[in-house]
């Protein structure tokens, strides 16, 4: 059965999903030894049937430093989170591909610090220490709840979006594609986004925030045959 368990964990390690799922799912095995640990220590003792050999402790200056600083770092993962994704709105569109990188970074930092956190409670707990992990445990069970929450959410979502009645604009590419609502297409060789302003549709630079009557309108980038209005297919 551990076999099986190992075999299937690896493959979903070693194949070709991507490097961010992959975090993610040491993350979701992190919170399983931890939740696994605190059912053994609070209701049933499952390892004594495992037949498991018993790793040898880690120092004991390490252990210590895992010890004092395992909440403070999963606080400061959070904050980091919550602040990172905002950056976009103060940072230069230049140096977002760069930060992108460090966020992979740090995510992978963050991820390996959490499991060996919970590989050195494993430890201690099958080397017969004492562990108190109830604060661990409900950061561990809040966690996979916000993940199944998540991606309940996202596929929710997206097949909303698949399913949902498509709205089109009275107005055409230079190709004659209906242009809907929402819409991503190219003007003069820059892309825009369909949007409707005080009952006027017009093109909005993508990924920019602020609408206003400035903005081109879409009437008049659609009668113009040197623009090549096309839409993003």
Not at 65 to 78: A, C, D, E, K, R
Not at 124 to 136: D, L, S
Not at 158 to 179: A, F, M
Not at 212 to 221: N, V, Y
Request: proline share 3%.
């Amino acid at each position: 059965m551990l076999d099986k368990i190992f075999d299937g964990l690896k493959e979903s390690l070693i194949g070709d999903k991507p490097f961010l799922r992959k975090l993610r799912i040491l993350r979701y095995v992190t919170c399983i030894i931890i939740l696994f640990i605190a059912f053994c220590n609070s209701y049933w003792n499952l390892l004594a049937y495992i037949d498991l050999p018993c790793a040898p402790l880690l120092g004991n200056e390490f252990r210590s430093v895992l010890q004092s600083t395992g909440i403070v770092v999963f606080i400061i993962w959070l904050l980091y989170g919550a602040l990172f994704h905002n950056l976009y709105r103060v940072v230069n569109k230049k140096y977002w591909m760069n930060l992108s990188y460090t966020d992979i970074l740090l995510d992978f930092i963050f991820t390996v610090y959490f499991l060996v956190y919970a590989l050195n409670i494993w430890i201690e707990y099958a080397n017969g220490f004492q562990v108190q992990i109830r604060t661990e445990a409900v950061l561990a069970i809040t966690y996979l709840v916000f993940c199944a929450l998540d991606k309940s959410y996202t596929l929710h979502k997206n097949k909303y979006k698949q399913n949902r009645q498509v709205d089109y604009t009275e107005y055409c590419d230079s190709e004659g594609n209906p242009i809907p609502i929402d819409a991503k297409v190219f003007y003069k060789g820059k892309k825009y986004e369909v949007v409707k302003y005080n009952g006027i549709y017009r093109l909005l630079p993508y990924g920019d925030k602020m609408i206003s009557s400035a903005l081109i309108k879409l009437e008049d980038a659609a009668s113009d045959i040197e623009g090549k209005l096309l839409l993003q297919k």
